[in-house]
């Protein structure tokens, strides 16, 4: 599985932002998608996590203001980021997780948040 992640980008405290994610190749396979970040100096932390069969997962830290979602024709991901602080800055990553397989992750994306 192969994913290209978009949406990147800076913006103020407060303000919204839209990931995506598509993935290509063995996509019927996946069981779950899901979003990270690394911020500098610090390792990579989980944001959100949706399953083939919908339910989601979220870190404390984004929850009530970030939502996943996918959209199975477009075989594609989204994170949608609101209420921005300037903690979430960081390079975001999607994953892909098929049974029996190394994760896929796609390219990662910069999101700068100013205070």
């Known amino acids: 599985v192969q994913l290209q992640a978009s949406g990147g980008g800076s913006v103020q405290t407060g303000g919204s932002l839209r990931l995506s994610c598509v993935a290509s190749?063995?996509?019927?396979?996946?069981?779950?998608m899901g979003w990270y970040r690394q911020a500098p100096g610090k390792q990579r932390e989980l944001v959100a996590t949706?399953?083939?069969?919908?339910?989601?997962n979220y870190a404390d830290s984004v929850k009530g203001r970030f939502t996943i979602s996918t959209d199975n024709a477009k075989n594609t991901v989204y994170l949608q980021m609101n209420s921005l602080k300037p903690e979430d800055t960081a390079v975001y990553y999607c994953?892909?997780?098929?049974?029996?397989?190394?994760?896929?992750w796609g390219q990662g994306t910069q999101v700068t948040v100013s205070s």
């Open positions: 190749g063995t996509v019927s396979s996946i069981k779950f």
């Open positions: 949706i399953s083939s069969g919908g339910n989601t």
């Open positions: 994953n892909a997780v098929r049974l029996g397989y190394a994760p896929s």
